[in-house]
């Protein structure tokens, strides 16, 4: 029985230095696993932390392209306001001096003639001839209304 009962305590105390060694084992298994799938999850994440950076940067840059785009669509509509609204005043300005009846009757003055003022004085005949041309084909027509 004795020897028996050695054997037994040797075997238990064996087993248990075996279940020891294969829980020490184990647990250096699991850091090893746990270890390696941070560094996975760190190279993941940095990865994609520097995909999600170069597209907000690629984001940015489209940002600023369309803001000079539109920045300058918008200075060009304003020098075409401004220009307008230069020629209108000009317009207006030259009908108010009586310029225009003064096209209009074919009267041109030696002020009217100036390079600066012909695409106005151009302007202002076409408009005249179309609205003569509109009054004619008026007439017309009510005199082939009313003649039948």
């Known amino acids: 029985e004795k020897t028996q009962s050695a054997a037994s305590t040797t075997y238990e105390s064996e087993k248990?230095?075996?279940?020891?060694?294969?829980?020490?084992?184990?647990?250096?298994?699991r850091v090893?696993?746990?270890?390696s799938l941070e560094k996975m999850y760190a190279k993941?994440?940095?990865e994609h932390q520097s995909a999600e950076a170069r597209q907000r940067m690629a984001l940015v840059a489209m940002h600023a392209e369309t803001m000079q785009s539109l920045k300058t669509q918008f200075q060009t509509v304003r020098a075409m306001h401004r220009s307008f609204?230069?020629?209108?005043?000009?317009?207006?300005?030259?009908s108010e001096n009586?310029?225009?009846h003064c096209l209009i009757r074919g009267e041109l003055?030696?002020?009217?003639m100036?390079?600066?003022?012909?695409?106005?004085?151009?302007?202002?005949q076409s408009m005249h001839a179309h609205s003569m041309r509109e009054?004619?084909?008026?007439a017309a027509e009510r005199t082939k209304l009313h003649g039948e």
């Open 98 to 100: 009586s310029f225009v």
């Open 16 to 29: 248990k230095a075996q279940d020891e060694i294969h829980q020490r084992q184990l647990d250096e298994i």
């Open 109 to 112: 003055e030696a002020r009217c």
């Open 32 to 35: 090893n696993h746990q270890s």
């Open 135 to 138: 009054r004619k084909a008026a």
């Open 44 to 46: 993941s994440l940095s």
């Open 114 to 124: 100036s390079a600066k003022y012909q695409p106005i004085i151009e302007l202002v």
């Open 85 to 94: 609204k230069d020629k209108f005043a000009t317009v207006r300005k030259l």
